[in-house]
Structure formats: C-alpha cells, structure tokens
Nanobody, 117 residues
Framework: QVHVVESGGGLVQPGGSLRLSCAAS????????MAWYRQALGLQRELVAV???????NYADSVKGRFTISRDSAPNTAYLQMNSLKPEDTGVYYCKVRDWYGTRDYWGQGTQVTVSS
C-alpha cells in the first residue's frame, strides 16, 4: 500500500517561509495528481494546491502568488513552498496522492503549520 509522510511544518512569524515535503512510498510505477490540503481547528479541510503528473498546477485563491507546489518522480515527492505566511495559513497540512489509474487516494498524517508573532 502507498505510504505518505509529510514533513517540514513548524512555527514561523508572519511574513516568514516554510517548505513542506510529502514523500510517497510503495509505488510500483507512478502517481497521478498530488495535492496539498489544510485544515484549521474547527473548520473543514480545504484544497490548497494541486499538481498533475503532467506538471499543471492550481491554487486556492487565498494562497495564489505566495505558495508554489512542485514534484519529483524519483523518489515520488511533492513540495509546497510557502512564502509571505499569514496567521490565517495556520493549520494542519495534509498531502494527498492519487494512484496512476485514479482509482484511489492516499493521505498522509499531516504536519502542523503555525504562523504567529
């Protein structure tokens, strides 16, 4: 089974930067779309950014221009570069990967991002 692990979260001041990593293992051939979600306390999980296996990207309006999603294929890893962080960016960030055939999604355990002065 595919195993997904996020890392790179932490505590930063407003205006600071963090780079999150998402490592996916247990993959025989490749992955489809990879995406980052986040969930603030008491709120629904929301899509932050997605990157297709062809490299196309899309972002939530709230992070557009500040965040950049990227990926590597060997090993299968997704990144989220977060700049100009705001307190509203605080939450648990989750990585979701889709299998090559688009039949299953796999989630990581999440990594905490806290933006506070």
């Amino acid at each position: 089974q595919v195993h997904v692990v996020e890392s790179g979260g932490g505590l930063v001041q407003p205006g600071g930067s963090l780079r999150l990593s998402c490592a996916a293992s247990g993959i025989s051939f490749g992955l489809g779309d990879m995406a980052w979600y986040r969930q603030a306390l008491g709120l629904q999980r929301e899509l932050v950014a997605v990157i297709t296996r062809g490299g196309s990207t899309n972002y939530a309006d709230s992070v557009k221009g500040r965040f950049t999603i990227s990926r590597d294929s060997a090993p299968n890893t997704a990144y989220l570069q977060m700049n100009s962080l705001k307190p509203e960016d605080t939450g648990v960030y989750y990585c979701k990967v889709r299998d090559w055939y688009g039949t299953r999604d796999y989630w990581g355990q999440g990594t905490q991002v806290t933006v506070s002065s």
